[in-house]
């Protein structure tokens, strides 16, 4: 997905997301509906080399 911030483009990535479904069931409204459970899996953010005050840093 490509997109921009402050007239700089990028393209971000989406972590995969595994949902499971439980055995509980709600109800609202009148319907009733399955509880599912979701993991979002972690992801490393990338090095960012930034300066400040003339001295130069990785985030």
């Known amino acids: 997905m490509r ?3 402050l007239g700089k483009t990028y393209t971000a990535s989406t ?3 595994a949902a499971t479904e439980t055995q509980e069931t709600v109800a609202f409204l009148g319907c009733s509906a399955k509880v599912k459970q979701f993991n979002v899996t972690q ?5 960012v080399e930034l300066s400040f005050m003339g001295r130069r840093y990785t985030r």
């Not at 992801?43 to 090095?47: D, E, M, S, T």
């Open 43 to 47: 992801r490393q953010q990338p090095a």
């Open 3 to 5: 997109l921009s911030f």
């Open 15 to 17: 972590p995969a997301i």
